[in-house]
């Protein structure tokens, strides 16, 4: 990483989303005129903040709702990618808005995190957009979640992929895995252990805090979205007397964007170059 390097995990108010899928408490959410007005505001604050910036910045959008179905995550994508200090400017997304808005952004900045979701969208319509993404050069990760009736659709979809695209699979939360369930899902995903089990943290030292923070639609500061402690304001430059190196205070972690971060287990060197999009540098 570049000396004076911040990644940003941001996650504005923004809760709603166009899918139902059962093992996700915000599926068919909807947010009010006034809650949408709230989280567009939130995020053109954050967007002219990176903006002013005038040392390397990175930015990975994780809204709790799909952002890209709104006009101004879209845009503020396309800002963000075209600034020459933004290194790189992702988001997580179900992939269900049209591709063409990715025209206007700089392809060397901009990646897609991109899941798919079987049963909520036909797979041929999913996999044209991937295939529009790949057209126009566009850097994109793309995962499933290791449901056992998701095994078949995540086969098909490895096969029908360009060849260059990481599939990704995320253990579903609370299932354990046979060896042999385990060896099915790893012969799609070579690094689906890192998801199988939970990684023990407490103690162990990690960028977050340090090169990585999470912030919130009111620019307030947290270490990752997994620990509550408040290091500051963004806004304000409060937090910047907190950042420096800290072990976790927790027992586990058991997300990606979570521990792609804890140091003892070098997976900046397994996704150098594609940590927030999660693509592995052999990808």
């Known amino acids: 990483m570049d000396a004076g390097h ?3 995990l941001y996650r504005g108010p923004l809760a709603s989303c166009d899918y139902d899928c059962p ?8 947010d009010t005129p006034g809650q949408l007005r709230a989280d567009r505001a939130a995020l053109e ?10 040392h390397p910045v ?14 101004w995550y879209r845009r503020a994508l396309v800002e963000l990618s075209r600034l020459p200090h933004v290194r790189r400017v992702a988001i997580q ?19 897609l995190w991109a899941t798919y979701h079987p049963g ?14 790949a057209g126009r050069g566009i850097r994109f990760s793309v995962g499933i979640v290791g449901q056992p009736e998701h095994l ?3 086969c098909r979809l490895r096969a029908d992929l360009p060849g260059h695209v990481y599939l990704w699979v995320n253990a579903a939360e609370g299932r354990s895995y046979t060896d042999a369930e385990a060896a099915e899902w790893t012969a799609i995903d070579p690094l689906f252990s890192y998801s199988r089990h939970p990684h023990a943290s407490l103690g ?7 090169t990585v923070v999470s912030v919130d639609g009111e620019g307030t500061v947290r270490r990752c979205h997994f620990v509550p402690t408040v290091l500051g304001n963004l806004y304000d430059g409060s937090f910047r007397a907190a950042l420096g190196p800290r072990p976790c205070p927790l027992d586990t972690c058991d997300c990606h964007i979570g521990y792609v971060h804890l140091k003892p287990l070098g997976l900046y060197d397994v996704f150098a170059g594609g940590i927030l999009e999660r693509i592995p540098h052999l990808a």
Do not use: M
């Open 23 to 30: 093992y996700c408490p915000f599926a068919k959410r909807r």
């Open 152 to 154: 078949a659709d995540a």
């Open 6 to 8: 911040l990644t940003i």
């Open 93 to 111: 997304t179900n992939l269900s808005h049209r591709t063409a808005w990715t025209a206007d952004a700089d392809p060397a900045r901009l990646a």
């Open 58 to 71: 990175s930015v990975l959008f994780t809204p709790w709702g799909e952002g890209l179905v709104r006009s």
């Open 45 to 54: 604050r954050f967007t002219a903040w990176v903006a002013d910036r005038d």
């Open 204 to 210: 162990r030292a990690c960028h977050t805090g340090e």
């Open 120 to 133: 909520q969208t036909p797979y041929e319509r999913f996999l044209t957009k991937t295939h529009e993404l």
